[in-house]
């Protein structure tokens, strides 16, 4: 069987949202300290130890399109219906699965030690 040559990027944006992050070395330390002392921005997924606790207030969903097996932007904006009726069950409908999930945080970190 061939393999589909279809994928879809989701970028989700979330006004607010609350991460458990344990550094697990100076660099990780370095990098949380970074984003507090200048907003730089912060991939979570880059720490060796973290878990989302919950992100609420979403602002935004965008889907890119990317390979060579969609047929035109048709099936494309039928695909991007499907997803925002169903969400995540529309992309297992179509036989997609989730490869990759990246955090982003902008604007700075409250930290707070538990």
Not at 3 to 26: A, Q
Not at 82 to 104: A, L
Request: hydrophobic share 30%.
């Amino acid at each position: 069987k061939a393999e589909n040559k279809r994928w879809v990027t989701v970028t989700e944006c979330w006004r607010w949202g609350s991460f458990y992050i344990t550094p697990r070395d100076e660099d990780e330390v370095a990098n949380l300290q970074a984003c507090v002392d200048t907003e730089e921005m912060i991939c979570v997924s880059d720490f060796q130890e973290w878990e989302m606790e919950e992100c609420w207030d979403g602002c935004s969903t965008d889907l890119e399109f990317y390979g060579e097996d969609w047929k035109d932007d048709a099936e494309k904006e039928a695909f991007e219906e499907g997803y925002f009726e169903e969400s995540w069950d529309h992309m297992e409908k179509e036989g997609f699965d989730s490869h990759d999930t990246e955090f982003e945080i902008y604007n700075g970190v409250e930290i707070t030690e538990q």
